[in-house]
């Protein structure tokens, strides 16, 4: 054994610089390029936050307006990225399939290994481009329906609602949709954009850093827990079973799933934005009965225990709300987080330095196979 400290989790390490995000646990505030998330979600599109995270200014009205021009230009789902989701089993998670046309997508592009400045923006920008109908495609096959083809017309938010469900989105579920593409959009050096960051910094491609980042965000201790808050509430049931599921849940040592978090330890700066879109989104469907379920077992949770919900608790039924599987909730994620794992891996490529910590050993002194004789 060795006397070297183990930082495990990295947790408390400070690794590198960002200019992208800062995460202010003491403040719980989240600066977007020095913009404080709320005031962007209150007054930006998604498109312009993505411009926002990639450039490091909001976009003048000329370079959005060619932006979303090229954005609807692109969203139409490529044909090898069809032919393989179709080949690929209903059961499969959604997660593996948006990882999969992802992959395809990568695989297929021109220019794959171009990791220039430019090659990379305009790689991120497809990629945004084409993810939703990736996603809305992949639980539409999944009930059964067939293709919806995007409409031009729309901006990204309701293109997004109209690919998923054919039907022209309501003002409140596009705007509360928008509200959690920006808050999920970016968040400093999470599990999954430090993997994003660990594959750029070999010199390998964007695509292979956002498949990666895919991956890392499956797991329900990162993205995978807004599908699991949906979940929990499911298995709840109602606001009355709260206590006595919470005092199963505890004695069994569960993970109440939508809480805590590795950085915020007095509640997540983005909640309140995204409660407040969750409520407008309540009244519009008139679902009282999920509300009562959510404030009582924040407020048991939160009194028993002192850890706080996180992004995934509003999140999760706010998607549930919107008509979406409880399994897309992770691909939706993932379509607002690879603007910010995009925004890093230029960052990262800008000034790299290969990834590539320590490691303590704590295995079996050296010992030596039986009867080998080292030859000359
Ligand atoms: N439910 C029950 N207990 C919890 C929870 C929770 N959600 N979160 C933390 N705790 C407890 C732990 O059991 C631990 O208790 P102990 O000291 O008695 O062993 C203590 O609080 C510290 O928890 P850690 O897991 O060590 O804290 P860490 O900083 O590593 O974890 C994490 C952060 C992984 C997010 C954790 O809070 C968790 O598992 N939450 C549930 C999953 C979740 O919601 N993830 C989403 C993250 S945010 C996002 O991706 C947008």
Known sequence: ???VEIKKGLAGVTVDYTAISKVNPETNSLLYRGYPVQELAATQSFEAVALLLWNGELPTAEELRAFEEYERANRDLDDAVRTVIDLLPLEAHPMD????????????AAGVDDNSPAADLAKAKLL??????MVAYDQRRRRGEALIEPRADLDYARNFLWMTFGEDPDDVVARAFTVSMVLYAEHSFNASTFTARVITST????????VGAIGALKGALHG?????????????????????????????KRKIMGFGHRVYKKGDSRVPTMKAAL????????AGDLAALYDALEAEFVGRKGIYPNLDYPSGPAYHLMGFDTLTFTPLFVAARVTGWTAHVREQAASNALIRPLSAYNGPDERHIEGYVASE
């Open 97 to 108: 399939v948006l990882r999969t046309a992802v992959s395809v997508l990568g695989a297929s």
């Open 224 to 252: 995978g827990a807004n599908e699991a808050v949906m979940h929990i509430l499911d298995e709840i049931g109602s606001a009355e079973n709260v206590g006595p599921w919470l005092d199963a849940a505890l004695a069994e």
């Open 1 to 3: 054994m060795t006397d």
């Open 128 to 133: 945004f481009a084409k993810i939703p109908a």
């Open 203 to 210: 010199t390998a491609d964007l695509y292979s850093a956002v």
């Open 279 to 286: 409520d407008t989104l309540v009244e519009h469907y008139g």
